[in-house]
């Protein structure tokens, strides 16, 4: 279990997380919902030590994270997909994927896993030997999420997976993220489409200004009046 207690982060004097406090059981799929500059994406890249913390604590299965280099970091089963896909437009589809795979040295399982990744975007076994920079916005996202994957994550944590991409294509996304968590990765999601995010989520919380101001189940939230006005367009 992933446990933040009493985080703050600044960015130059500025209060980007105020103390805040979330869980992420095992097992689960946790969104993380709220405004632009909310500091969704901030509390991401801190668990990652992308961004160094003031005070507080993350916890990952009794192991302290703040202060951990990012390598210790997912070597402890944690993978993050970045906000805006960043894949390496100049490297192929496998070779991205194998990137993924950096740390292990475990080489038949790695092979394995490449299977699995195929199996679950059979698109990006098609596309192989392409480069990663001429594919389509939802290719690549599948490119960064089976990217992730092949450190053989035991928590995902997902960035803003469906920006830019049509309708359908988010669609499929999401079936993909329930799929991943049936077969045992824990999701931690960051959504704009807060909508989509609360139908697919065990549990959700809602960020305002660096604090968090609600917590619950994805089906409590989306029939709070609260977020219906604010975040649902309801």
Do not use: C
Request: net charge neutral; hydrophobic share 45%.
């Amino acid at each position: 279990m992933l446990k933040i207690h009493d985080l703050h982060v600044s960015y130059g004097g500025i209060k980007a997380l105020r103390g805040i406090d979330l869980e992420v059981p095992d097992g689960k799929i946790v969104t993380l919902i709220g405004a632009n500059g909310a500091g969704k994406s901030t509390t991401l890249r801190t668990i990652t030590g992308l961004v160094k913390a003031e005070s507080g604590s993350i916890q990952y299965d009794g192991v302290e994270l703040l202060g951990q280099p990012i390598y210790k970091i997912l070597e402890l089963g944690i993978a993050m997909v970045p906000e805006g896909r960043r894949v390496f437009a100049n490297l192929t589809v496998l070779e991205n994927l194998k990137i993924g795979a950096y740390l292990r040295k475990d080489k038949a399982e790695i092979e394995q896993d490449l299977r699995w990744v195929y199996s679950l975007f059979p698109r990006l076994e098609e596309r192989a030997w392409q480069v990663a920079g001429t594919l389509s916005g939802g290719e690549q996202q599948m490119l960064a999420v089976g990217r992730a994957l092949m450190s053989r994550p035991k928590l995902m944590m997902m960035d803003e997976p469906s920006l830019g991409l049509a309708p359908l294509v988010v669609k499929g996304i999401f079936e993909i993220i329930k799929e991943i968590n049936r077969q045992g990765v824990t999701v931690l999601l960051i959504e704009q489409n807060a909508n989509m995010a609360l139908k697919t989520a065990d549990i959700g919380y809602v960020l305002e200004t660096g604090q968090i101001t609600l917590t619950g189940s994805g089906k409590e939230l989306l029939n709070n009046e609260a977020v219906k006005k604010a975040y649902l367009g309801e």
